[in-house]
C-alpha cells in the first residue's frame, strides 16, 4: 500500500512523524525538568497544566511508558516511511542513504533540539503537552498497563517498586544552598536571615549565653536602699535575683515592675517577692532552634543555664536567640565599645573574655567557633598553657598576640587578620 503511495504523501507522513517525535522528545525532558517546589504552587492556585502534570508525574513509570511506547512507535514507522522514500528515488542504495539521513534528522531535529527547548523552558512545553499526553494515557492504558506490568516486575527482581517514589522533601542543607541560589529574587538581608534559621540547629545556648561572671543579679539579702541603688543603675529589662550567691537563685525579677512599686511608694522586699517569677533552667548544650520553641512554649524570655550538676553556667535570652537571626537590634547591644578597640594600624585590642562568635560578627572574621567560646579559652586550648604577655600564635589567618594576663586569665589581645599577600608568602 505504502509502496504506491506518491512520493509527496510520503514526505508529508514522514514530516509529521518527525513532528509527533519531537513532541514526545520534548515532553518527556519538559516534564521531568519541572521544579516540583513550583509545580506544587501553581497547583495550589488551580493552573490547569500543572494540575495535569502533577498527576501525570505521580506515576513517573507510566508517563515514561507512554511516551516511550509514542516515540518509539512513530521513529519505527518514520524509518519504514523513509526506507521506501530511499528506494524509489535511489533503488536499493536508498536503504543506507535513507538509513543515514534519517538517523541525522531525528537527532537533530527530534531529539536535541526539542530536548534542549525543553530543558530552557520546561513549563512552557510541559503544560500544553499534559493536555495531550492525559487523555492519550487513557486511551491507551491497556497497552501501557502491559508494558508497566512487564517493567515492573524486572525491576521486582532488583527490590524496585515503581511505587516508591523518592521523597520530594529536602534537607536544611539543601535548602541552604536553594536560598543562597535564589539571587535577586531573595533580598540579600532577607535570604542572611533565613540562612541563619537554619543554622540556629548548630548553635548551643552554650555560645551566645552571658557567661556566669559576667550575669547581673541582684542580692535580696542585701540591704534595701543597696537594692534600690541596683535597680536605678540596672541597664537589664530582667535580673536574676539570689541569696548570697548566684548558686542559690530564687527567680527572675522584672526591673519594671519592681521600679513601679518604687514610684508607688510600696517597695519593701515583702513586695518585691510578690513579682519575681520562679527561674527558668535550662539545660547546656541546647540547640538554639529548641530552645526558641520552648521559650515560646513556656511563655518564657529568660533562662539559666544549667550544666550536668545543677550549677548555674549562663544566662540565655530571647534577644540573645533573635540577634543570631537578625543582627545586632540597636547600637546600645553591641558590645564592641566594651570589648573590642579598633587601632591605627588595622589591628583590634580584644578583651580575653569576649564571645568569639561576638567578635566573628562584628568583624566579619571566621575565627573557629566549634571548641571554646572566648579568645580567652581558645588560646588556652592551643597553647595547652598559660602565656605571658607578647607571646604570638596564628589561627588560620588572624595573628593573636597575648598583651596582658592577670590572675591566671588572659585579660587583652591584640589580633591582627593576615593580608592576603603576605598570607601567600
Known sequence: MLESTSLTALFLILFILLLCSAFFSSSETALM??????????????????????????RPDR?????????NF???????????????????????????????????????TPKTLAALHPESVAFPASFVLKPLLFLLYPLVW??????????????ISPEETSSAAINSDELRVALMEA??????????????????????????????????????????????????????????????????????????????????????KDTLNTIIKQAYFVPEGTPLNNQLIQFQRHHRRT??????????????????????????FTADTIDQDKDIHPQDDGSFLINGTANIREVNRNNHWDLPTDGPKTINGLILELLESIPDPGVSLRVKNYVIEVVQTANNVIKTVRIRKVAEEEETN
Not at 525538568?33 to 508525574?57: D, F, P, V
Not at 550549677?311 to 530571647?318: R, S
Open 33 to 58: 525538568s519541572l521544579n516540583r517546589y513550583r509545580l506544587r504552587h501553581l497547583e495550589t492556585e488551580g493552573h490547569a497544566g500543572a494540575i495535569r502534570a502533577s498527576q501525570l508525574l505521580d
Open 63 to 71: 508517563l515514561i511508558g507512554l511516551i516511550l511506547l509514542g516515540n
Open 74 to 112: 512513530v521513529n519505527i514507522f518514520a524509518s519504514a516511511i523513509a526506507t521506501i522514500i530511499g528506494v524509489k528515488l535511489y533503488g536499493e542504495n536508498g536503504i543506507v542513504i535513507a538509513t543515514f539521513a534519517l538517523t541525522l534528522i531525528v537527532l537533530l531535529f527530534a531529539e536535541v
Open 146 to 159: 502491559f508494558t508497566n506490568g512487564i517493567t515492573n516486575r524486572l525491576l521486582g527482581l532488583f527490590g
Open 183 to 268: 539571587g535577586s529574587i531573595i533580598p540579600k538581608r532577607h535570604k542572611k536571615m533565613l540562612v541563619s534559621i537554619l543554622d540556629l540547629e548548630k548553635v548551643t545556648v552554650n555560645d551566645v549565653m552571658v557567661p556566669r561572671n559576667e550575669i547581673e543579679g541582684l542580692d535580696i539579702n542585701g540591704s534595701l536602699a543597696d537594692i534600690i541603688k541596683h535597680l536605678s543603675y540596672c541597664n537589664n529589662t530582667k535580673l536574676p535575683v539570689y541569696e548570697d550567691d548566684m548558686d542559690h537563685c530564687i527567680g527572675i525579677l522584672h526591673v519594671r515592675k519592681a521600679m513601679h512599686l518604687l514610684a508607688q511608694g510600696n517597695f519593701t
Open 303 to 328: 533562662g539559666l543555664v544549667v550544666d550536668e550538676y545543677g550549677e548555674i553556667i549562663g544566662l540565655i535570652t530571647l534577644e540573645d536567640i533573635f540577634r543570631e537571626i537578625v543582627g545586632e
